[in-house]
């Protein structure tokens, strides 16, 4: 039977259809999030592809599942790049699923078709928090020239490549960039100039200096920017790097070690860590997802570099991870204890990756140990990712896409238990639930 509608129903329509629209734009608009990502090169979006370093990633065969090098260090999307990502896919289905309905009848008007589709196009937009947001092309790098003050409004990726919790760690690397530093910088203009960053005295900047959100406040108002600010998503993934280009560099970390127990190099780190983390509650932050350090004895740059563990993941730096997640989540219970309004939340990556790797096979992979792309090694880890490397054929088989990251495909299952996972994942609660408080 057809479905036949006249100018006088179209008429009627209308004005609910429109009515309906708005309202549920304007009742659903406080759960729309920003998202500010900082780390290292784990979440790396692509602020190496703007200053002078060694340590960059917009070459090829990096993002050959993204369609071209990005600065990402990985084949395709990093953890947060999924997160947005994970919010429009959901949604898009579900706003697909009623567009279907909709084609499927037999309309002979095509007034009616549009009216019916301008709905749920308002309900696709609202409940997918992630293109809203900026996240339909991803939250886009600090120094990227395109990254103006209405796109910081959006949510922005501060994460570096080397980025650490230590000032001393990654100083064989040139022009680095803290991501802490970038704390300072959140604030500010993106047309700072990086010699300016590279200037700041971070240890003392940190602790002393008081942040006046000037471009911010003056584009949207104090009382705007401390809502968006509150209501935000923000997310810190680091401390990798303070272990594998500092505390267990080759060589140069022997004296190191003899002279700074685990425990005191640890025990640093998250004394820093806890001001580091603090300042950014100062910022206005209260929405904070941290995540933990993986296995980094499991990557194939340590079982290359540690032999005789044969196809073992290799012990010690697994237990300098383990000791520092230990003393992490107790921190996090702390700041949010202590830190009034925030809302705190402990992602236990190391968990979650070290599940796949033992379970791989359950998860559709074939290789839990070999690097992806790969030039040097028994497992190919002993030469980052470059243009003389060889790519493996099928990336969604492989957990590592280079000698320390994680593929495309191992992030979507760390972003999936992050997003929906119990307590053995990520506690209080998981992201889809601090998103919506």
């Known amino acids: 039977m057809g479905f036949v509608l006249d100018n006088q129903i179209i008429a009627q329509v209308m004005p609910g259809i429109l009515t309906v629209s708005i309202l549920v734009q304007i009742c659903f608009a406080k759960t729309v999030l920003a998202n500010f990502v ?12 703007y200053i002078p370093t060694l340590s960059r ?7 050959i599942d993204f369609g071209m090098p990005t600065g990402r260090f990985t084949n395709g999307r990093t953890i947060f790049d999924i997160v947005g990502k994970y919010w429009y896919s959901f949604y898009f289905l579900s706003a697909t699923s009623h567009k279907l309905l909709v084609v499927a009848i037999p309309c002979k ?9 301008f709905f749920f196009l308002s309900f696709f937009k609202i409940f997918s928090p992630g293109q809203e947001l900026g996240f339909k092309d991803f939250t886009p790098p600090y120094l990227a020239p395109t990254t103006t003050r209405s796109v910081v409004l959006q949510g922005v990726n501060y994460a570096s490549g080397r980025g650490r919790i230590l000032n001393q760690t990654g100083k064989i690397f040139t022009s680095f960039l803290s991501p802490w530093m970038f704390i300072l910088l959140f604030p500010l203009s993106s047309s700072m100039i990086i010699e300016e960053a590279k200037a700041i005295n971070f240890q003392v900047k940190l602790i002393d200096c008081t942040i006046q959100m000037q471009d911010i406040i003056g584009s949207i108002g104090a009382l705007a920017a401390l809502n968006l600010f509150g209501t935000a998503l923000f997310s810190v993934t680091i401390g990798s790097n303070d272990f594998i280009n500092n505390y267990l560099t080759p060589v140069i970390s022997i004296a190191e070690q003899k002279l700074v127990s685990p ?8 004394s820093r860590y806890r001001l580091q983390l603090t300042r950014l509650y100062d910022l206005g932050a209260r929405k904070l997802v941290v995540a933990n350090v993986g296995p980094i004895g499991c990557i194939p740059y340590q079982r290359d570099l540690n032999p005789t563990t044969g196809d073992n993941c290799v012990d010690f730096p697994n237990h300098l991870a383990q000791s520092f997640n230990a003393q992490l989540k107790s921190l ?19 968990h979650i990756v070290a599940d796949i790797l033992q379970n791989f096979i359950s998860y559709g992979g074939n290789n839990a140990n070999f690097s992806c792309c790969y030039f040097i090694g028994r497992f190919g880890g002993m030469v980052p990712c470059g243009p003389s490397s060889q790519v493996c054929m099928d990336r969604s088989k492989y957990v590592f896409s ?10 979507v299952i760390i972003v999936t238990r992050l ?7 990520i506690t209080p609660m998981n992201i889809r639930q601090l998103a919506e408080l």
Do not use: R, W
């Open 38 to 49: 900082f780390g290292d090169s784990l979440v790396e979006a692509g602020n190496y592809n």
């Open 57 to 63: 990633a917009n070459i090829i065969p990096n993002g």
């Open 109 to 117: 008007l095509f007034v009616a078709c549009f009216l019916v589709f």
């Open 263 to 270: 425990q005191v190099f640890v025990g640093t780190m998250i």
């Open 332 to 350: 996090i219970t702390n700041l949010s204890t202590n830190l009034q309004g925030s809302k705190f939340v402990y992602a236990d990556v190391y």
């Open 402 to 411: 280079d000698p320390y990251h994680p593929t495309d495909a191992a992030n």
């Open 419 to 425: 997003m929906d996972g119990d307590s053995n994942d």
